[in-house]
Structure formats: structure tokens, C-alpha cells
RNA sequence: GUGCCCAUAGCUCAACCGGAUAGAGCACCAGCCUUCUAAGCUGGGGGUUACAGGUUCGAUUCCUGUUGGGCACACCA
């Protein structure tokens, strides 16, 4: 097949041969490709004439009229039209729409890659639980959002490396261990000597029983067993980190989701890099003492105040430790980095960034970025949920995944932009009726699934089909979307937005119910039966790639 | 008080970096299963895009202000 697929560039290099010749001083002004609302307007339109109104002093429509005379010859397409102030329209041929099944059927779980990131290293930074508790919903959203927008950011050619980083030393880490010793010991959250911030779940008496047990866990990155002596607060610690890593690893399998990477803030301080970091900050000249602690002059990069690195009492803040971590990231040659995390942390962007300016390395102003997702809040029976049994305080992870199940719990956390607050609605979730989107996806795989096995013919063979005779508006509509895929993954990437593959998704599985009802794919006429059902299986092959990018299944049957 | 995010149909959300008549689903009303899955489809009503200004051929989108909601503002992590 020689024809073209992406079809929104290849009009924008006509487009940009066409200004060239009408108005070669204008030529770096950017050329903008769009999909029209309505049918009526083509399949893709151009303001460009618009755009060049002013800076030539004509009227749009003089404008449009001599670029469409300079516009070279294609294939692909059938007609070129002005409309309203001065749009310029333009219509694929059906023979070039209809070539994209052909396509799909031929790339199959391929079809939407796309060379943007051109095989360069990127890491994706998310979840980055403390290991302190079970995962919340909180983290569920991190997982969802970061592990789809791995899936998408891979899709669109980016080496991508997904990485975990836990704090298993600070303060959090002493209550905890505090706490389970505590579980030992035999004392409980409701006894007077409890401390403040003492952890009080029920899982706290878990570890404590496995501890005292002395059974060994192992977590990704860890394996230890317990020691069974509750005065011994070295063992605890390290055996309850170990066991709530495990714990969370388990929540994060169920979840789908998987981790090339596990970093520890301790083996940045055992490796020498927060040292480092900080002889590398003094030696910058960005530093300076006061009231015994040893500051970063953060304000010459943006931030507020500056920032407290070594303390009067000699410990380092979390700051520095930040930067260390992503002063690493840059040494291990990503050319980016993204962290996701929850919106409170957002306070910390000025200053790692601020940190990493001030050693004078060259890492670029921007770097990393960030997506930061809003709250999440949970609601059963219309009311609010705040509390979990397992863990307490918190409505956890895995609360969700065992009621709502794997796939609809991905999807409601996904399919938001990570920009607005999520309302997670159980009742919605765990509905198996229509009013939920992920099975009106899922149900459309599965629906083409089964037409295709009642079929029972060789798939390979529908390559072969006529697709001239996909002709109808539904059929077209197909088409269109199918085309739009790839669009949509090169949108979602630099966006960093993944939640649009799933809007795409519901689209495309509106368009194939439809379709579904509007005609039958098993009639006699065998040519008219093999474009059909090509067609559809063309579909199914997108929503599978689709849902794969989401992390939620593709149901052959429902 | 300062900074960041958000505000679109009764509800939950879209809108392709400024485009043409702002779109879906739920809910409401009226229809469609002897046929490949009705977890589906078709049609209908429903909007001053929070409010007030500004920028221009053109604003839900960009700027300013106001209101309302969320988050963050340690020598804690």
C-alpha cells in the first residue's frame, strides 16, 4: 500500500509548500491542521489563509483561493473548498480512508506507534509510597495516571524506565517501628501511652505478628525475616519496611502495574550522594551559614525564601536528599524525567528544580517535569468514604480493586484529567449496566470478538478484502477514528494527558455500536462480508491496543 | 496573608495549545430484540461556558480582577 497515513502532516508539508510559493516571508509562521466538528466542513481543515490576513493585507478568502492553486497534487485528496471567513476544507478520497484497515489489520498490536520520543530515555517517577501502610486511593490514582502514561509515552517511541522511590529512614520510619514494637509488645492504639504518631491500622498488628512469628517476606526489592525480639529495634525496623514493601508490591501486581527500578533514600546517604551533593552545592557558591545551618540561596532560582539544608543540630533536611535523587536521574542520562504525584507536593517543584540550577551543571530550568494529580475522594451510597478497616485512616488501594475490580478501578482513575479533583463513585464503578464506561468499551472488543469466532474464517484472509465497498456513514465514521489513533497518542504524550485515550476509546465504541445495530456483518454477499467484518476487526485490533495503553483487559467474551 | 490547581446541561465529564451551530454519558420523555451479545441502538427537551472587564477577524480556551472549592506554605518527611 502506498498510500499515506498520517494524513494530518502530510496536508500540513502541502500546505507548507503552497505558502512558500504565495508568501515565502511569511514562511515560518506555524501551520495549524485540524479535524473539523462537522462533516459537512472535510475531514480536515486549514486557517491558515486567516492567519495571513493581516501580515499580507488581503481578504481570507482572496488568500485561500491562491494557496489552494499552489497547493501540489495529492492522492489522498478528492476536494479542496473555502467556507466561512475563510477555511479552507479539504476531503480525503474514500480509496485512501479505506486503505487504513489495511493498515491496522497489517501493523496489529503496533498499529498507534509512533517515533516521537525517537528511542531517547525517559523515567517516569510515581507512587513513591513511604512504606508506611497499605496504598490509598491517593497512590491508586499515581499508579493508574503513571502507569498509563508509560504505556502511551512507550507507544510514542520513548525508552521508558518506570522507578519507585521510598523513604525507608526518616521519622515516619521511627513511629513505624515504634509502633509495631509497641504491637509486640502487646500494647494497643487505645492504650494512654501511644504515641502521637503512632501509626494505629490494624495492619500495624500484622507485622507485628509476622515479626514475632519470625516469617520471612520478600518484597521486589528485599528479603528479610523476622527476628522475633521485640527489643530489638534494628530487626523491626527493617523487617517492617520489608513487609509493607511486599504489601504494596502485592496491591500494585493486583493493580496491574509494575516497576523497572526500586530507589531508597538510605542508599543515597550510604552511597555518599547526598555528601556529595551537598560539597558540590557549597562548592557552587550558592550556600551560605546562618544561625548555625547551612543554607541554598534557592531565591536566585525562583523560590520564596531559601532553604535550610544542613540543620543546626547537624541532620540534613529532605531537601537535600531530593536533590541528590534527582541529581542521580540526571547522571543515569534521561532526557526526561516526569514525576507524578499528588497536587500536595507541588510545593516542591521550585525547590528541587531550584536545587539542581544551583550546581551549575547544565540541567535545563524545566527539568524534571511534573504531573501532578487532585485529590481523590471515594463515595458508596452517596455518601463519602473516609476510613478503611485494614488501614484505618484512609480508604486503601486495594479496598477498591476487590470491590470494583482491576479494570474499572484503572479506568475511573485514569480516564480524568489529573488536573481535576476525582469523585470515585463505588456504586458507578461496580455497575454492569450501561451507565459504565469501561464495560461500553469492553463490550464492543467482546461484541466484534464473537461476530468474528461465528464467522470462523481466517483472519489473515481479510487483508484481501474489498474495502471499496465500505461506503456507509457508519462505516466511514470507522474509518475516521481509526485514522485518528495515532493523533491521539502523539496528543496524549505531549500532553502528558491519558486520560484522552480513554475519551478516544468511547468514541471509537460508540461508533462501532452503532454500526453494530445499524447493519449486519454475516450476509450472503461474501465481498460485502469480508469488508465488513475486515472493518471490524480492524476496530477490535485499536481497542485492544487502546485498552492495553490503559491497562485494562480486552474481553473476548462478556 | 502568599503561591499552585479547578469552576462548562440537574449530575459526572469532553472540547484536537484561539476557530465554524460548545459535545457525550447518567437522569427525564418517546421508540427498537423470532437475526452476529439490549452491558446495545434511534429520536426529543435541557447552556448567558461562575461573574465583570480586556486583547482580535474570532475567546470555554489567552490577560486582569471578583466569587466559590481544593492543596501547599518548618532548621518534619
Known sequence: MSFVINFKSHIAELFAQALREVAPDAAQIDILIERPKQASHGDYACN?????????????????????????????????????????????????????????????????????????????????????????????????????????????????????????????IENLMRSVQLRCKGITPDDPSWPEGGYRGDYIADVARAYMAMETVEADDQRTTGKGDADDEVAIRHFAVAYLRREQDLDLRAFNVEFDVFSLESALYSEGK???????????????????????????????????????DGGYTYFVPDVAYHLDKWRRGFVRVINEQGADHHSTITRVRAGLQALDIGIPKDWPDYVLHQMVTVLKNGEEVKISKRAGSYVTLRDLIDEVGCDATRYFLAARHPDSQLVFDIDLAKSKTNDNPVYYIQYAHARISTVLETWGGERLSLLQADFSLLDSEYETALLQLMIDYPQVIESAAQDLAPHLVAFYLKDLASAFHSYYNASRFLVDDEAVKCARLALIAAAAQVMSNGLALLGVSAPEKM
Not at 513511604?130 to 496504598?135: A, K, R, Y
Not at 558540590?280 to 544561625?291: F, I, P
Not at 541554598?296 to 535550610?308: C, E, P, W, Y
Open 48 to 172: 491558515l489563509a486567516m492567519q495571513l490576513a493581516k501580515p499580507l493585507r488581503k481578504s481570507p478568502r482572496d488568500i485561500a483561493q491562491a494557496l489552494i492553486a499552489a497547493l501540489p497534487a495529492s492522492e489522498v485528496i478528492e476536494k479542496v473548498e473555502i467556507a466561512g471567513a475563510g477555511f479552507i476544507n479539504l476531503f480525503l478520497t474514500k480509496a485512501a480512508k479505506q486503505a487504513i484497515v489495511h493498515a491496522v489489520l497489517h501493523a496489529g498490536a503496533g498499529y498507534g506507534h509512533i517515533h516521537l520520543g525517537a528511542g531517547r530515555k525517559l523515567q517516569v517517577e510515581f507512587v513513591s509510597a513511604n512504606p508506611t501502610g497499605p496504598l490509598h486511593v491517593g497512590h491508586g490514582r499515581g499508579a493508574a495516571v503513571g502507569d498509563c502514561l508509560c504505556n502511551v509515552l512507550h507507544a510514542a517511541g520513548w525508552n521508558v524506565t518506570r522507578e519507585f522511590y521510598y523513604n525507608d529512614a526518616g521519622a515516619q
Open 274 to 312: 547526598v555528601e556529595e551533593t551537598v560539597s558540590r552545592l557549597v562548592a557552587s557558591g550558592h550556600t551560605y551559614e546562618q544561625d548555625d545551618a547551612l543554607w541554598l540561596r534557592t531565591t536566585d532560582f525562583g523560590d520564596d525564601k531559601d532553604r535550610v539544608m544542613r540543620k543546626s
